[in-house]
């Protein structure tokens, strides 16, 4: 009877999917164009609800077929889900901080990341009582220039963390050069280049860590969750600890044997005292878990994954021939001749005195229901809560500044169809022409 019952939800499931992706249509000027969004039909619909309907909530079966499927498509042997890419890029710098790390960095050590970033980049390096050291990024890559490294590394300096920006990967080969000759750490923040390459390699497999997100407008999406991954069993023991409590147990949530993974459960002592070990604790950590519904759609993801990568790029190509026609008035996006990137997004930055503002375009874009974004937090320092932080400047941040002014994006995820870029070329078009703005000869 409950498999009857259950085949009946999945049945009124995918008619639910089909019934709402049937009235979506795409009216020119009414119907909004997003940055970005999940993907989803009704296998994803009708694994969130399988998911759901049965007893075990919290992370389980599902959570152990994703990280075997992911581990497979990134080449990383050890992964952790997490309930968002922030988490994880907390997850990441705090072990590096940890009792147990074998090269633990403490307060004052420096870390190595762009001033032109996201807060959940910067915020794990603060968290942990660490100090930034802040590079100025390139216009049109928007990543941190590899050559100026070294000029920026001090007796204090320990760790790099970089994000390859809005997926355009960095020149991982020197960055790798670095680290080896000055001994530093390297950690990937991956979380907007899913799938991107450097050299025929992924992102996210260069460093002894890597991170990524699964929040709706990344590359493939949970709904929200995200992961650590990295090669070193230790340190996954250590990242898996600090996620579930700061807890010395390492069973999976749903582990069968009572007696633990370790089939040694009853047998710990602390001090002297027989202990539990689910209950003993050998790291001060969170509880930064996602539920198993989250790797149930994300199985279903990262099979089309391939697509959204392939459709990314080819919608990034055809924003680039909308846009090189008014290469006079922005500088246009870049890749390093070894990069490969599954593009996030399409960055523009004004040049100077082009006749308008940053304001002006994306606001005559807005009004016409394109949906914009700015390039994050241009140079985070500029944002009032980051006023007052301890910090080192290793280089004028003039490009930084400038991102901060002059510098905002359009969506190419896999939502953008043919009539979508009609659209928006049409659009564009008219913002010159309602400004009288000519195309340079």
Excluded at 262 to 290: E, Q
Excluded at 302 to 329: A, C, G, H, Q, V
Excluded at 338 to 345: E, G, L, N, R, V
Aim: charged letters at 25%.
């Amino acid at each position: 009877m409950e498999e009857k019952l259950i085949e009946q939800i999945n049945e009124l499931v995918e008619k639910l999917y089909f019934e709402r992706k049937n009235k979506v249509e795409f009216i020119p000027g009414k119907t909004r164009i997003r940055f970005a969004g999940d993907i989803f039909d009704e296998k994803e619909m009708k694994a969130r609800v399988k998911s759901v309907l049965g007893e075990w909530i919290t992370l389980g079966e599902h959570d152990l077929k994703f990280r075997s499927e992911f581990s497979k498509f990134i080449g990383v042997k050890h992964i952790l889900l997490t309930n968002s890419g922030s988490s994880a890029n907390l997850l990441a710098i705090s072990a590096l901080c940890a009792k147990t790390f074998p090269k633990r960095l403490v307060k004052g050590d420096e870390v190595i990341t762009p001033a032109c970033t996201f807060p959940t980049t910067l915020n794990p390096i603060l968290f942990n009582n660490l100090v930034p050291v802040f590079m100025d990024v390139d216009l049109g890559t928007y990543n941190i220039n590899a050559k100026n490294i070294e000029a920026a590394i001090s007796d204090k300096t320990k760790a790099i963390f970089i994000p390859h920006t809005l997926g355009n990967p960095n020149e991982m080969d020197i960055i790798l050069e670095v680290c080896k000759k000055h001994d530093l750490i390297l950690i990937e923040d991956n979380c907007d280049a899913l799938d991107s390459r450097y050299d025929g390699q992924l992102t996210g497999t260069f460093g002894l860590m890597a991170t990524s997100s699964f929040y709706p407008a990344h590359h493939m999406s949970m709904g929200e969750g995200g992961a650590v991954y990295t090669n070193d069993y230790a340190l996954w023991r250590l990242l898996l600890s600090l996620r579930n409590w700061g807890r010395a147990c390492y069973c999976d949530l749903n582990e069968k044997n009572p007696n633990g993974a370790c089939n040694n459960r009853f047998n710990y002592k602390i001090n002297g005292v027989p202990y539990d070990h689910k209950y003993m604790y050998s790291n001060i950590g969170f509880n930064l878990k996602p539920l198993d519904l989250q790797p149930a759609v994300g199985l279903e993801q990262l099979k089309k994954l391939p697509y959204f990568t392939k459709k990314r790029k080819e919608n990034f190509k055809l924003m680039f021939e909308i846009f090189k026609k008014y290469s006079d008035y922005f500088i246009l996006p870049k890749s390093l001749p070894k990069a490969d990137p599954s593009w996030f997004s399409f960055p523009l930055t004004l040049k100077t005195d082009v006749g308008f503002s940053r304001e002006e375009f994306t606001g005559f874009l807005e009004n016409n229901l394109i949906e914009t974004r700015l390039l994050f937090g241009g140079n985070i320092l500029n944002h009032p809560a980051y006023v007052d932080i301890e910090h080192r400047i290793a280089e004028p941040l003039v490009n930084s500044d400038k991102i901060f002014k002059d510098t905002f994006f359009i969506g190419v995820y896999p939502g953008i169809e043919q009539p979508q870029l009609d659209y928006i070329e049409r659009t564009v078009e008219k913002f010159f022409q309602t400004k009288n703005i000519s195309l340079k000869k």
